[in-house]
């Protein structure tokens, strides 16, 4: 892993892509110690449709980068601690 430069353009969309990813690094780091989310049947979410394609497109951009950066994480911090093990 190499140093990224605090005031950059990259580190600026790093701290982005963790906020985007926050959930999906919950569930991996959750995964990872040998866990289970439970499924939770009767609960319900509210959801906004999409009235443009292009918010659309934009958001499965992020989703797809923030699984990605997700998985990232949470296999570096992985391979981190086995290092210490």
Do not use: W
């Not at 605090?6 to 690094?25: C, F, G, H, K, V």
């Not at 990872?32 to 659309?56: C, G, H």
């Not at 699984?67 to 949470?74: D, L, P, Q």
């Amino acid at each position: 892993m190499y140093r990224v430069d605090p005031d950059s353009e990259e580190q600026l969309l790093a701290n982005e892509n963790t906020y985007q990813a926050q959930n999906r690094i919950l569930c991996l780091g959750i995964h990872k110690n040998n866990k289970d989310i439970a499924f939770m049947p009767n609960v319900y979410a509210q959801v906004e449709p999409y009235k443009r394609i292009s918010d659309l497109m934009e958001d499965k951009k992020l989703d797809i980068n923030g699984g990605v950066f997700s998985f990232e994480k949470v296999e570096n911090e992985f391979e981190h601690t086995e290092k210490k093990r």
